[in-house]
């Protein structure tokens, strides 16, 4: 799976962005995707993911109720809805894509994932 996100800019502080994630190769839609964002100077940490149906989806909790992942299996497209962003929002976001049957509990865990894009910078300003 080969992976390329986009949507990526400057935004005000309580603005919204969405990201997207285009991913080539048969095996998208058997894939669990996941959102993972670095801070300079910090780790690359773990924002969402979504199962391979869709159907559960995961969040960190600095960003549940604010950020929404989706996918569209028809299109090979992931997406991350950002809403609300704050200051401590701004990072490089990075997709990512894992075996289908990743236990739940270890999908915040960026090993979990063998495919990985070249991330899009998210910048938030006061």
């Known amino acids: 799976v080969q992976l390329q996100a986009s949507g990526g800019g400057l935004v005000q502080a309580g603005g919204s962005l969405r990201l997207s994630c285009a991913a080539s190769g048969r095996t998208f839609s058997n894939s669990v995707m996941g959102w993972f964002r670095q801070a300079p100077g910090k780790e690359r940490e773990f924002v969402a993911a979504i199962s391979w149906s869709g159907g559960s989806t995961y969040y960190a909790d600095s960003v549940k109720g604010r950020f929404t992942i989706s996918r569209d299996n028809a299109k090979n497209t992931v997406h991350l809805q950002m809403n609300t962003l704050k200051l401590e929002d701004t990072a490089v976001y990075y997709c990512?894509?894992?075996?289908?049957?990743?236990?739940?509990?270890?999908?915040?865990?960026?090993?979990?994932?063998?495919?990985w894009g070249q991330g899009t910078l998210v910048t938030v300003s006061s």
């Open positions: 990512a894509a894992g075996w289908r049957g990743t236990p739940s509990l270890r999908l915040r865990k960026k090993d979990e994932y063998a495919y």
